[in-house]
């Protein structure tokens, strides 16, 4: 009998009653494999459980859940989706249930040979004006490198002392300006930083995330300038239970809302270690530290372990659900350490991820160590997550959950107060998408319960938001002629481990990319494109790729490539399909279009149908014996488009089509 999961949160209410069950008690860790058919399985650990594990599945992105494919049996460790294929991937939901109340869920996103993404969108870089010049090498560095990548970079800067809706108001008019392209936020240095809420354990109100009533008021709350059209007041609270540096009136520049008063559209990341004085650099050096050990990693220079450590010193409550959670959709469940200390492990060893949590001071983490730790020793870390009381309120001197960033790591979050999803890193995804995701979270996943933490404006990812778990070698240099109807390239070797390379022709205006080599990976480091009949100016790059295994499956990874122009000619668009004996009726046309030609004898002949980008819009083979082929039209907007007839992968006429 299926079942039906109509509120996620209606699933949850048996984690209320369960205070005392540990992190690790309420995540079904649950790994996916790739199957050479196109499925994809599912495997957890095994254990004798009564209950039941029901399955759940939805596309990426959607709201709904649905009903559950399936309901096992307590025993059961595996499952085999069955209806899926290669080139496709799902997020599954694992609901162990028993008597009608729940006791722990796992959530992946699992693929199978998903295809790579060379397009990544629109990001804004915010800058503090005070780096303008003294990092200007290192911001133009990282600028070229995100372009090459597949974002398109707008760049913004604030002064210090602006006020904080000043500054969202610039990067509101830019989202408007890029009809709402943007989609990450990447905060570098001592940008103005915005407070709000109202914590406070008194009615009407919650309390402060960690739990402490002496901590409450207003809160860094960085969301705000991913928020583009919510409205946060700064007219009805006034509190000021808790530090100075908390309160919260009217007109003072703090807002009032304690949850995010609308959608989270931009996925933001802060790197910011001005007041670490703890570390004896200027906050200067400390971002210019930070962005070189950055660029290693984004460019595959800067080794590490795929593994996670977790260090619970809590015991009983559920903080380290989120490292479980993300973790074993990363690794497999043996590359998952929970018994190892948080610093003296590090220093010597290599974790891709780590999550600590004890007790907490702003300095301090209970179990883990303090800020002067990170200051002695150096460690080998790149993606971490602690929590703990007080240093979730990131904005103070010597902070311990920025101190990573002034060390080694990448990104720190106050992760588990709530519950963090970044579990679709191991398919890809940059880290900025789960915080995105994190931050929106009402009844779409588990929150955790913790202090009515979820959707709240505290949370906030330090670090750079387009980080991804794993990143290529670039392609260094790129060439191109243009020589007897043909574009000819050749490029630098890509250093590091990849399966080849592919070649796009990049449209700058509409910022898209057209795979030149369809179905297939170049293994040379040249290719001749006979496929273009743009003239004039061209834009190509030529990137490396890899398939990747993680514990979610497979997908191909890209890595950056450099971009060069070339001016075309291709005489070759004269040979009409007219004068190939070919058809088009009618052209021009509406919802339909008939390609017509003279009787085809062997394989190895397609009709393809692209707009003037070169972007492929139907592809048909035609079998021998046939004289026609039929393509729907109907959904194309009205314009040019260019019908080609190949044979064997060349090309022997071209037309234009019009749509009316």
Known sequence: MKKTLLLLIAVFLGFQAAKSQTGKSQVVMVNATANANGTIGLKWPAENWSGTFDIYRR???????????????????????????????????????????????????????????????????????????????????????????????????????????????????EYNRRNSAVKTLMIIGRVPVPYSGNYLAATGQVYPPDGHPDHAGAWPADGYYGDMDGVWTD??????????????????????????????????????????????????????????????WR???????????????????????????????????????????????????????????????????????????????????IFTMLAGSYFGDWDQQNNILRAPLCNSALTSAWGGIPKWYVHHMALGKNIGYGAKLSMNNVTDYWNGGFNMSDNKVHMALLGDPTLKMRHLAPVAKVNATSQNNLVKLNWSKALGKHDGYVVYRYDTAANTYFRVNKNFII????????????????????????????????????????????????????????????????????????????????????????????????????????????????????GCYMLLVSHNGSYVAAEKWIKN
Request: proline content about 3%; charged content about 20%; aromatic content about 8%.
């Open 59 to 173: 596309t990426l992105g959607t709201a709904s859940w649905g009903n559950a494919l399936t309901s096992l049996v307590g025993t059961a460790n595996t499952w085999t989706d069955n209806a899926t294929k290669k080139g496709e991937s799902y997020e599954y939901l694992l609901v162990k249930t028993s008597g009608g109340s729940t006791s722990s869920l796992g959530y992946i996103w699992a693929g199978n040979l998903v295809p790579e993404t060379p397009s990544l969108g629109g990001i804004i870089l915010l800058l503090d004006s005070a780096y303008l010049k003294s990092l200007a090498t290192e911001i133009s560095a990282l600028q070229k490198q995100l372009k090459e990548e597949g974002w398109v970079v707008s760049t913004l800067s604030a002064g210090r002392k602006e006020s904080a809706q000043t500054v969202r108001n610039r990067i509101i008019a």
């Open 235 to 296: 007219a009805s609270v006034t509190n000021t239970a808790g530090q100075t540096r908390n309160h919260n009136k009217p007109g003072d520049g703090k807002f009032d809302p304690t949850k995010f008063p609308g959608t989270v559209e931009l996925e933001v990341g802060r790197i910011d270690l001005f007041d670490m004085p703890a570390f004896s650099n200027n906050d200067t050096l400390l971002v210019r530290k930070y962005l070189r050990r950055n660029m290693l």
């Open 299 to 381: 460019t595959n220079r800067l080794t590490t372990v795929e593994r996670a450590l977790i260090d619970d010193n809590f015991g009983s409550l559920n903080l380290t659900s989120t490292g479980f959670q993300n973790f074993s959709c990363m690794f497999p469940v043996d590359s998952i350490f929970e018994n190892r200390d948080y610093i003296s492990t590090m220093k010597s060893n290599a974790y891709l991820w780590s999550y600590g949590c004890g007790g907490g001071s702003n300095t301090s983490c209970s179990g883990i160590g303090t800020t002067s730790s990170f200051v002695a020793d150096s460690m080998r870390n």
């Open 523 to 638: 293994k040379d480091t040249f290719y001749n494109d006979s496929s273009n009949f743009n003239n004039g100016k061209n834009t190509y790059t030529a990137r490396a790729i890899r398939l990747e295994t993680t514990a979610s499956g497979t997908w191909y990874n890209l890595g950056s490539g450099a971009f060069v122009n070339v001016n075309h000619l291709n005489t070759s668009r004269v040979v009409s399909a007219e004068l190939r004996g070919i058809s088009i009726h009618p052209n021009p046309g509406f919802a339909e279009m008939q390609v017509t030609l003279a009787a085809v004898a062997d394989k190895g002949w397609k009709v393809s149908l692209t707009d003037l980008t070169g972007r492929t819009i139907s592809e048909q083979e035609i079998t021998p014996g046939n004289t026609s082929v039929k393509i729907n039209t109907a959904g194309l907007s009205q």
